[in-house]
C-alpha cells in the first residue's frame, strides 16, 4: 500500500478531524501517502484533492467540523458515478480509500466497492449513531452532552416559571439522541421514532401524562424531547396544541443543528482515533468493503451494505428505565 484517500461524507459530526488525523498519522508512521478528496463524494467527481501530511492534522483533534469539508452528494446517487470516481481514483493510483461518513456515504462506498479494485473502509461519523454493526459512532457523545446541556438549561427555566417544554432533537429516523438525552437530563417523556412506531403517542395521551405527573409529583415543570420528524409540525406545533388543552405556558426549542458543533467530548476523541488508526491497519492486511466499528469494548467490522440495510435497536433496558421512572403511579396510603 502506498497511497490512500480518505473523505468525510454527510453530515459533519464531532470528531471527524480526529479522526482524519488519526488516518493520517498512522499512515505516515508506515510511510503510507495520503491524499483527501474535499466536500465528500463531490470532490472524488469534480477531482477537488489535497496531499495532507503531519503538518495539516496538527492540534485538529479538538475541532468539531471537518477539515477536509462534507456534502450530501446526489450526484453519487447516480450509477455512472461510481465509475467516474474509480477513474480518479486510479488516476492518483489511489490503492483504498477511507470514507467517514454515515449510512448514506456507506451506501455510496458500498456502491463504490463493486466498480472499483481499490480497498474501501467505511468510519461511522454520524452523530445519529444509527449504523448497524457499530455500538457507537463518532459524534454521537458529542451530540447528547449539547442536548443535555441545553435541557437542563431548559429545566433551571421551565420550573422556575411552571411551564411545559417540548425539546426538538436530531436523529434523523433514529431515536437516540433523543433517548439518551431524555434519560441524561431526566426528561419526562420522550417521543421517539421507535416508540411512535410501535404504539403513536397523542395530543390526549401526552396532556394526560402532563397532568398526571404533575399531580402526583406536585411539579409543574414538564420537560419533553421530541425527536425531528416525529410530530406532524414538530415542536412548535406539538406546543401550541398542548398550551390548548393545558392552559399553561408550553415552549417549544429546536436544537437544531447546535448538535453537530461544539467541542468533541473525550469519548469522541478517542473512539475517532481508534477508528481511524483500525482502518488503516485494515487496510494494511488487505481488509475492504467493511465499516470498522466497535463493539462492546473492542473493535468489530461489518459488511458495508449490511450497515444502511439493516436497523440497529434501541436499547430495550434503557427506554423501560425511562418510561419506568416517569409512570406517574398513585402510591398507595401505607406508602407501597
Ligand atoms: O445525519 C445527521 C443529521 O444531523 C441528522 O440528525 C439530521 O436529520 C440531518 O443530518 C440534517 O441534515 P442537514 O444538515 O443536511 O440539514
Redesign the pocket.
Known sequence: IQRIAVITS??D?PGMNACIRAVVLTAQHYGIEVLAFRHGYEGLLNNDWQRLDETNVLHILQYSGTIIKSA?SERFKQAEAAQEAARNLDAHQIDALVVIG?D?SFRGADHLSHHWDGQVIGVPG???N?LFGSDDTIGYST?VETAMDALDKIRDTAEAMDRVFIVEV????AGF?GLSSAMASGAERMILPELQREKPLTVASIVKHIEAVQRVRGDSSYVMVLS??QWPGGAVRLAEQLEDRLHLPCRPCLLG?T??GGRPTAHDRILATRLGVHAVQLIRQGVSGVMAGTSGQGLAETPLAETWQKRKGLSQEWVDIQQSLFNPVKKSKNGS
Open positions: 454527510g453530515g459530526a450530501r454515515g448514506g454520524t452523530i445519529d444509527d451530540a436530531m436523529g434523523r429516523h439522541i425531528e420528524h443543528h448538535q453537530r
